[in-house]
């Protein structure tokens, strides 16, 4: 089974300025898909971005950004401009090819300090 | 755009009672899932279906089972309810006919066991 690692259980981050999540993930394969899903207090799932493994461009959602570093095995997720808004818990997610089981980390709660 | 339905919101049983979660795809989406989410956890996969038939099983107890109907909406079904089966269940769909297969997440069923 796949291991998706968060290694930061909260971040805080001062509003407009930058914060950076990180994500590590275990696998022997070389094609795969990663996904960033935002959970804010309602507890509603929202997909934020993704990457495809193949691609070597790094995923851009507006504010939302990732570094792809496919032979580290490493997918952080940069959140410019922070808003109020942003505040979440973030969960990183792993979804093989033809698979069905997305796993995830155990996620990161972003505060933003207004 | 239209998203992942779900019925009820919240639901409130008794030990022992049975209950039944519904899920209503995005319109054209082909794949559903089944997920739990105890409080401070990730989610966890239960169970999907592509085209009415069970794709892939995670850790769904026995006295849990599901379907996927002509219409392509989902029911979970859970029977002799414990006080552990207390969580956010929530439903995702995706298109297989999609590149990453991108799972969308409805708001979830928060089922409360007492």
């Not at chain 1, 968060?6 to 994500?23: N, R």
């Not at chain 1, 496919?70 to 979804?95: N, P, R, T």
């Not at chain 2, 989410?37 to 996969?45: L, M, N, V």
């Not at chain 2, 006295?63 to 859970?78: C, G, I, T």
């Amino acid at each position: 089974a796949q291991t998706v690692t968060q290694s930061q259980p909260e971040m805080s981050v001062q509003e407009a300025e930058t914060v950076t999540l990180s994500c590590t993930y275990d696998t022997s394969e070389s094609d795969y898909y990663l996904f960033w899903y935002k959970q804010p207090p309602s507890r509603q799932m929202i997909l934020v971005i993704r990457q495809e493994a193949y691609k070597q461009q790094n995923a851009t959602e507006n504010r939302f950004s990732v570094n792809f570093q496919k032979a580290a095995k490493s997918f952080s997720l940069k959140i410019s401009d922070s808003q109020l808004g942003d505040a979440a818990m973030y969960f990183c997610a792993y979804l093989g090819i033809g698979d069905y089981k997305l796993s995830f980390g155990a996620g990161t709660t972003v505060t933003v300090r207004a | 755009a239209a998203g992942v339905i779900q019925s009820p919101r919240h639901l409130i049983k008794e030990k022992r009672e049975t209950a039944t979660l519904k899920c209503y795809p995005i319109p054209r989406h082909d794949t559903v899932y089944w997920y739990q989410q105890g409080p401070g956890q990730d989610p966890q996969f239960l169970i999907s279906f592509y085209e009415k038939m069970q794709s892939d099983k995670g850790s769904i107890p026995d006295r849990f089972s599901a379907q996927q109907f002509s219409d392509y909406h989902s029911e979970l079904n859970m029977s002799s309810l414990e006080l552990g089966d207390s969580a956010l269940y929530f439903c995702a769909s995706s298109f297989a006919g999609e590149i990453t297969d991108t799972q969308y997440f409805g708001p979830g069923t928060r089922l409360t066991v007492l």
